[in-house]
């Protein structure tokens, strides 16, 4: 785990410094403020750093975590993960980077961008994984040790300090473009991963998933546009041929998990030969900080 010089966190009630205490001799770790704030790390190693009501929004379950961590462990979205620490390494100095995985899940794509890091003999590369799931944590914790992994709220305040990172990672989770412009160092880069247009069309039409709007793209240009212009965009197609199994993980990973059962989804496949043909299509924009403007409310981007 890196230290908070290297990483400079936040307390989420006063907003003032935290500094990693080591665990005592059969205890956990813990991250205090000079306020008194204490966050305990939780025994699986990521640490809770939601306050008062916590969170409005509806956290993956454990079943759609093990989904997810099953089909990603599987190597099938691997050209996407490759793709993303392509885009992140060179963004980071040889010396004290600095990255933030908003939406982090299992830590999978984190993994990928801190093995590419270190691959290309990049030093000390302070990490967050941020996630509002307590069960996506306790895997991210596991999958990335060297990480700090934070339960938080991409939609509060981020407990980093301004100008603390020189890429983030947004993953097919919420943008909140005026907080990662605040924590954005002036030369660091936002690469942001939505699905586009046909994304799993095939598997969508049997299981019920979600269909991609139209002008996707359009819309998320309009949501980073006060903070950030876009500098490139990469199309990242990846065929798929599934298991039943695997494609019943596919949808329950996603936004379907949390209407759709594992075992309905599973019906609604099994009458489908094997393997379970799809394609899945990605657009991977990296992001560059504009010229400051007049402040405006950010509003939540769809995903």
Request: hydrophobic share 45%; glycine share 8%.
């Amino acid at each position: 785990m890196p230290s908070t010089t290297d990483l400079p966190l936040l307390c989420p009630v006063c907003r003032e410094p935290l500094e990693l205490l080591a665990a005592a001799p059969m205890g956990q770790s813990r991250l205090v403020c000079p306020s008194g704030h204490s966050y305990d790390a939780a025994r699986q190693g990521y640490f809770n750093l939601l306050v008062g009501k916590g969170t409005a929004f509806e956290s993956d379950t454990a079943d759609m975590v093990q989904a997810r961590s099953d089909f990603l462990e599987a190597g099938h979205f691997g050209p996407l993960a490759a793709a993303v620490a392509a885009a992140v390494v060179p963004c980071l100095p040889e010396e004290r980077g600095a990255v933030l995985d908003a939406g982090t899940g299992t830590g999978h794509y984190l993994r990928a961008v801190l093995d590419a890091a270190a691959a290309q003999r990049r030093r000390r590369v302070a990490a967050v994984g941020l996630d509002i799931s307590k069960f996506a944590l306790r895997r991210a914790a596991r999958l990335n040790p060297e990480a700090v992994n934070l339960v938080s709220d991409v939609w509060q305040p981020l407990p980093l300090a301004d100008k603390s990172v020189d890429a983030i990672t947004v993953i097919f989770a919420p943008r909140n473009a005026a907080e990662f412009a605040r924590v954005l160092r002036p030369a660091g880069r936002l690469v942001v991963v939505t699905p586009r247009t046909g994304h799993l069309a095939g598997i969508a039409a049997v299981t019920g998933m979600l269909g991609i709007e139209e002008g996707k793209e359009t819309r998320l240009a309009e949501a980073m546009g006060s903070h950030f212009d876009a500098e490139t965009s990469t199309d990242v197609e990846i065929p798929l041929a599934l298991t039943r199994q695997e494609a019943a993980n596919l949808a329950f990973m996603g936004p379907a998990g949390h209407h759709l059962g594992r075992k309905d989804l599973s019906e609604r496949l099994a009458g489908q030969p094997e393997p379970v043909q799809a394609q899945a299509h990605f657009r991977l924009t990296v992001f560059r900080s504009s010229k400051p403007a007049a402040f405006r409310p950010s509003k939540p981007a769809a995903t």
